[in-house]
């Protein structure tokens, strides 16, 4: 799919916008291990016994171009690569400065890089503005317990773990009890929001019985909690419940030991999860329902140091990887402009892989052209640009 | 940060929504065997909510009175002794005693603990001889041990302290060596010191081997620094994030720790699971530390960074504000933080009279129902509400199983959130969908008095009912007996009308289609539920 413009009509949301899959990698997650700079010999100097080796050759199937090779684990998203459907943008982050795990996801997650600013989450504010669909409680969903920052500033956004089992069984329901719940759930009652959406979206959940939505085309998710997570994204989006955003969380990247080990487990979770994913959704050109119409944005708080710590992993850095998947996206590219890896001792900065393109381009390019357009002063107040890093096709 | 542990809930209580099967599977008891492959994954830094995003509360609900509200933000449930021995004494008097908890007998509760849940109580060394065969039963026993007491412990302030230290020196149990240490860091530094003396509970954490390992500083040398422990410390342990510490401070404060470690399995100069300071290993240069010079060279850089930062202003500010956003509300008043962090380091550090601080502010009392209550305080004042009584008979230990379960759907599991920031404690976390759905289903709990067999708790309706037979009668027993509060006239109509359809009869007269312990049950139900018993 490497043609623009190619968005057909889905049956639940307005034309102009795609469907996006927020995945947020939990921990700060190293990018120079994920895609390889193996053209930068200072990769291999500081990284030492944790670097991963070169590609052989333009044959080698990690090798995506004369600079850039993947991670042996990561080897399942090369067709996804390779079909233009995937770009990877490297050298990127917010510049906030933060090297707090808690503080920095905060930010990233309003959008913001300094402490003050709104509380709101970008994607909260992103979908303040623009109109809802229809009165469905199913617009913007966390395939978690939880609402997370990001999509604070939404009108109730959902928090579900688990779809297929999220409601009252008939004698229940046939008792009255939640018709009394929504009666004691007036307005004023503190968490009368959450309350009445959770009785609403029970209520569309049973009619979309998405226990009976099963992944297409031979798809096989990890059986793990990003696979588990995805899986359901792709219920819901292949169901009549007309969702707009999905966001979901990936954990443990947090690797300060045994890097190789862990990111190996980590990195080979992500691929199997996203071309699970990517295969379930399907082309679907034309149909409405497929990548086409799909678009899936996988990020970090930060990233780590360029040298290797004391315990073969790597303690907090600047920047790191962001991952676009999609029918819309200007894939089969490595989108950076490699700020090289030269730690100079005098200047503590330099310990860190630079940002050299803020994630804020990426994903207000994003907005504009998959999502149907923003404001970007509201989602990114402070954001100067530039507003486009050609990731996407409009 | 966190170490990479993926386990899967499976759907043991999928069936949790549907009455009857949730009542059979409350009888049925699960085996121990079955939780090896069914432990769950609780939170996992998935949300990061601001620090002021609650919205503004303004309850329309009628306030319940002063003695419930300390009840309620003092214990994990108000039991209805405690609301009349409160209402007795005095709030004063009734703080004072729960603040002097060495003096409430609970010689007969732990003599259960060591019975029930021997586990807890193991060293490292005798720990290790069972791993990694005994990571289950020791985190299945801990986490039990951690809901009884919560449950049945008269010494409830000292449990909402051992649970608020548990979060804010975190350390995931199941994670690699965790569980051979981590019994030893609840006993001798959180249980040790909750009520005790800041300063000593920072020193005690820092050389608990648990937290060590949990925080990579066991990996801390001289040659080759970790900043992991460093950087927590500063940040979650004591200064707070906005503490005025910089980069540079992280790097200095990781060369202080360096040798800072633990005897590993198979060490023979000393015991598995002790601490031990090695030379060697240490970094012995001069660190300077928010503006210090650091000279000793040896263990004594470690110490003294401690009690630098025990001493630190904004450490008195950020343990201040942590607790008065446990005990009065997600956004709590400037003049409350101010005097609670005033009195934390004029006792420098005496946890007791910093609590008295924050017991004497005006906002304690006044801003009950601003908070929401978390999955274990729910729980907990689920069985202390419907079963008062269950802490005088014995408590079924396989039916632990079952408490297990429902906290790890609630997201709540003791000893379980992966990252070292702990549980949080604001509503905007809290009170999600799916979180209220769980709460829900759970509230059906209130059945288990009316079938036979059912045991996890028992509920006597008959005694709470006290001879009420009409609707009416029924509804101001139970929300007198299960509520405890008074419940707005308009919601209470609501309940009766509801009541009137499903039963079939007027509301004043004598119930004859269903037992009043059937009504009683879908009172309970429904009062359990709302807004009403959420707040705290």
């Known amino acids: 799919m490497t043609t623009a413009n190619k968005i057909a009509a889905h049956p639940t949301i307005p034309g102009d916008r795609d469907i996006l899959v927020c995945i947020f990698q939990r921990g700060a997650a190293d990018g120079l291990n994920a895609v390889v700079p193996y053209f930068d010999g200072d990769y291999y100097t500081q990284r030492g016994s944790i670097a991963v080796v070169a590609p052989t050759g333009s044959g080698d199937p990690r090798y995506l171009t004369p600079e850039y090779a993947l991670h042996p684990a990561l080897l399942p998203l090369k067709p996804i690569f390779d079909g233009n459907d995937l770009a990877l943008v490297h050298a990127t982050g917010m510049p906030h400065q933060i090297r707090s795990h808690f503080s920095a996801q905060n930010l990233v997650e309003r959008g913001v890089v300094e402490k003050t600013g709104p509380i709101t989450g970008w994607l909260g504010r992103h979908l303040a503005l623009s109109p809802p669909a229809s009165s469905s409680a199913f617009r913007a969903i966390s395939i978690s317990g939880n609402v997370p920052v990001t999509l604070s500033g939404a009108v109730e956004p959902l928090a579900i773990d688990k779809l297929d089992d999220f409601g009252f069984e008939q004698d229940i329901l046939d008792s009255g009890y939640p018709q009394v719940l929504a009666n004691l759930f007036h307005g004023g009652v503190p968490f009368a929001g959450p309350a009445n959406a959770a009785l609403a979206a029970m209520g569309e959940l049973q009619a979309a019985d998405l226990a009976s939505i099963t992944p297409d085309n031979g798809a096989v998710y990890p059986n793990s909690p990003l696979g588990t997570r995805l899986l359901q994204a792709a219920q819901l989006i292949k169901s009549v419940l007309p969702v707009e955003v999905v966001c979901i969380d990936s954990d443990g990247w947090d690797h300060h030991e045994s890097l190789p080990t862990y990111i190996a487990l980590s990195l080979s979770d992500l691929a199997l999860s996203l071309k699970a994913f990517y295969d379930d959704i399907g082309a679907g050109l034309g149909t409405g329902t497929g990548m086409d119409r799909v678009t899936v944005l996988v990020y970090t708080e930060f990233g780590r140091r360029i040298a290797k710590n004391g315990s073969d992993g790597t303690d907090h850095g600047t920047a790191s990887l962001a991952y676009l998947m999609g029918g819309g996206v200007n894939g089969g590219q490595v989108i950076s402009d490699w700020p090289g890896l030269v730690i100079d001792p005098d200047i503590p900065a330099t310990e860190d892989l630079q940002i050299t393109t803020d994630l804020r381009t990426v994903i207000t390019e994003l907005l504009n052209k998959r999502l149907g357009g923003t404001d970007v002063g509201m989602v990114f107040p402070g954001f100067a640009g530039p507003h486009s890093a050609d990731a996407f096709w409009p | ?536």
């Not at chain 2, 992280?250 to 202080?256: I, L, S, T, W, Y």
């Not at chain 2, 929401?372 to 408590?395: G, Q």
Request: hydrophobic share 45%.
């Open chain 2, 1 to 536: 940060m966190e170490k990479n542990e993926a386990f899967d809930l499976e759907a043991m209580f999928d069936r949790l929504h549907n009455r009857r099967e949730f009542l059979q599977l409350l009888g049925r008891g699960l085996g121990y065997g079955a939780l090896a492959t069914l432990l769950p994954a609780c939170g996992g830094g998935s949300t990061n909510a601001t620090d002021d995003d609650a919205p503004p509360i303004a309850p329309t609900i009628p306030k319940p009175d002063p003695e419930y509200t300390v009840l309620k933000r003092s214990s994990f449930g108000p039991h209805r002794d405690e609301l009349a021995s409160i209402r007795t004494l005095g709030i004063d008097a009734y703080l004072e005693q729960q603040l002097d908890h060495l003096a409430i007998d609970e010689s007969a509760l732990e003599a259960e603990i060591a019975l029930r849940f021997p586990l807890t109580l193991k060293t490292p060394p005798e720990l290790l001889a069972g791993f990694p065969d005994n990571i289950f039963d020791v985190a299945t026993q801990m986490i039990a041990a951690a809901q009884y007491r919560q449950m049945f412990s008269r010494r409830q302030l000292f449990e909402i302290m051992v649970e608020f230290w548990s979060d804010h020196f975190n350390i995931q149990l199941v994670n690699g060596l965790g569980p051979t240490l981590k019994p030893l860091d609840d006993r001798a530094v959180i249980r040790a010191h909750a009520l005790g003396n800041f300063r000593e509970l920072l020193h005690a954490s820092a050389k608990s081997t648990a937290m060590l390992f949990y925080l990579d500083n066991f990996f801390n040398q001289a040659i080759a620094p970790n900043e992991n422990y460093a950087r927590e410390l500063m940040e979650l342990h004591t200064l707070g994030v906005d503490g005025g510490y910089t980069e540079n401070d992280v790097k200095e404060v990781a060369r202080c720790f360096t040798g800072w470690t633990l005897r590993l399995p198979g060490d023979p100069l000393g015991d598995y699971g002790d601490y031990v300071f090695v030379q060697a290993i240490h970094d012995d240069q001069p660190k300077a530390v928010l503006g210090n010079a650091i000279l000793g060279g040896d263990q004594s850089d470690g110490e003294q960074v401690l009690d630098i930062l025990a001493a630190h202003p904004a450490t008195a500010n950020f343990i201040a504000t942590k607790l008065c956003r446990r005990f009065i509300g997600d956004r709590p008043p400037q003049a409350a933080i101010d005097a609670v962090a005033n009195a934390f380091t004029t006792s420098h550090g005496d946890i007791k009279n910093t609590l008295r601080a924050l017991f004497a502010t005006a906002a304690f009392v006044d801003s009950g129902d601003h908070k929401f209550t978390r999955p274990s305080e729910y729980l907990a004042a689920l069985v202390r509400a419907l079963a008062p009584d269950t802490p005088r008979v014995p408590y079924p230990p396989a039916k632990s199983q079952f408490w297990f379960y429902a906290q790890s759907i609630l997201g709540q599991l003791p000893f379980y959130w992966p990252t070292p920031d702990g549980y949080p404690d604001l509503q905007s976390y809290w009170a999600s969908t799916g979180g209220l759905l769980n709460r829900w289903r759970l509230s059906f709990l209130s059945f288990a008095g009316i079938i036979p067999g059912v045991d996890v708790i028992q509920v006597d309706y008959a005694a709470m009912l006290n001879g009420a037979d009409t609707i009416n009668g029924i509804v101001d027993a139970i929300i007198d007996a299960v509520l405890m509060r008074p419940l707005n006239g308009d919601d209470r109509a609501l309940i009766v009308q509801w009541l009137e359809g499903e039963l079939g009869a007027g509301a004043d007269e004598e119930l004859t289609t269903a037992p009043p312990e059937l009504a009683a049950a879908l009172i309970a139900a429904v009062l359990v539920s709302s807004a009403y018993f959420h707040l705290r």
